[in-house]
C-alpha cells in the first residue's frame, strides 16, 4: 500500500497511517522539526500509542538542530521529555551526516515515508517495502550510533 503526500495535511495523514501499523518501533529522521510537522493531534496520538506500548516501545528520533526544537517547544521534544525511557533524541555529529538533507519515518519492519527534501511535504512511502524500509533502517543505525543524545531536552526529574 502506496503512501503520498504533496502538502501538510497529506504528511500528517501519512505519517498517522505508518505510526498506525507499527507495533512497537519506530525511527524519525528529521533533519529540521519544523513546527507543525509530526505535532497534529492525530500523530501525537499514534506517537504516544507506540511509546506505551508495551517494554519493547522505542521510538528513536535523529535531528540535527535539537536546541531550536527546544526552544520552539516542538511536540515531539514535550513526548521525549514526559516518556524518557521510550523516546530518544539524538543529534548527529559526523559532518556528512549533518549534510544529510532527506527526511523519513520507518516502522518496526516494512513501513517507511520519505521526504527527499526535509524542508518540503512532498512524500513518498509505502506499509509494505521491507527492502527499503531496510535500507533506511541501516542507515539510521548508523547515524544513531554516532550520534550524541541531545542533553538540552532531557527530563528535569524535578
Known amino acids: ?5 504533496q502538502d501538510r495535511a497529506g504528511l500528517d495523514a501519512a505519517h498517522v497511517r505508518l505510526l498506525s501499523g507499527a507495533r512497537y518501533r519506530a525511527s ?17 496520538t499514534e506517537l504516544r500509542r507506540l511509546a506505551t506500548s508495551g517494554r ?8 540535527h538542530d535539537a536546541n531550536r526544537a527546544h526552544r520552539e517547544s516542538h511536540r515531539l521534544v514535550a513526548l521525549a521529555q514526559r516518556l524518557p525511557t ?7 555529529t559526523d559532518e556528512t ?7 523519513f519515518t520507518t516502522d518496526d519492519t516494512s513501513a517507511y515515508l520519505f521526504r527527499p527534501v526535509a524542508l518540503r511535504f512532498d512524500a513518498d512511502g509505502s506499509l509494505d517495502a521491507p527492502g527499503e524500509t531496510g535500507r533506511l533502517t541501516a542507515y539510521f543505525d548508523e547515524v544513531w550510533e554516532r550520534a550524541e543524545p541531545a542533553w538540552e531536552i532531557r527530563p528535569l526529574g524535578i
Open 97 to 103: 551526516h549533518l549534510r544529510y538533507a532527506s527526511a
Open 1 to 5: 500500500m502506496a503512501l503520498v503526500a
Open 56 to 63: 519493547q516501545a522505542r521510538i528513536r528520533i535523529l535531528t
Open 28 to 44: 524519525i529522521y528529521l533533519p529540521v522539526m519544523d513546527a507543525g510537522v509530526l505535532e497534529s493531534d492525530a500523530v501525537h
Open 86 to 92: 521510550a523516546v530518544s533524541i539524538r543529534v548527529p
